[in-house]
């Protein structure tokens, strides 16, 4: 907040600052070629899955989409190209940990 003007920016230095971001923004690296639909959808999934601290589950489903575009190769379809990495998320870990043992807690 600017108190010379009553606590708001001028438009011109609000332009400014559009300027300076959109200026980082085209510096940064194109990124890489993107994913099918398909591929998008279940990156997506597997993200969710994790950053929830549903690891195991979000594994599962990782190997699941793989076993679906092997079958898929090997019979001459296209399937998921790329393997889903999953990160474990300490953080999301311990909450769904958490969230496991509040029933007892509040019954």
Known sequence: MNPEFGGFRPLCLLQ???????AEINQ?????PSLDESTLIQAFVASYL???GY???AKAFAEDVQKEARA???????????????????????????????PPLLG
Do not use: C, F, W
């Open 16 to 22: 400014e600052e559009k300027a300076i971001i959109y």
């Open 28 to 32: 940064r690296p194109n990124p890489p």
């Open 50 to 52: 994790a950053h929830d």
């Open 55 to 57: 690891v195991d589950t």
């Open 72 to 102: 898929l190769a090997s019979s001459g379809r296209r399937g998921s190209a790329r393997p889903l990495s999953i990160k474990e998320d300490q953080h999301a870990i311990n909450r769904q940990s958490m969230l496991q043992h509040l």
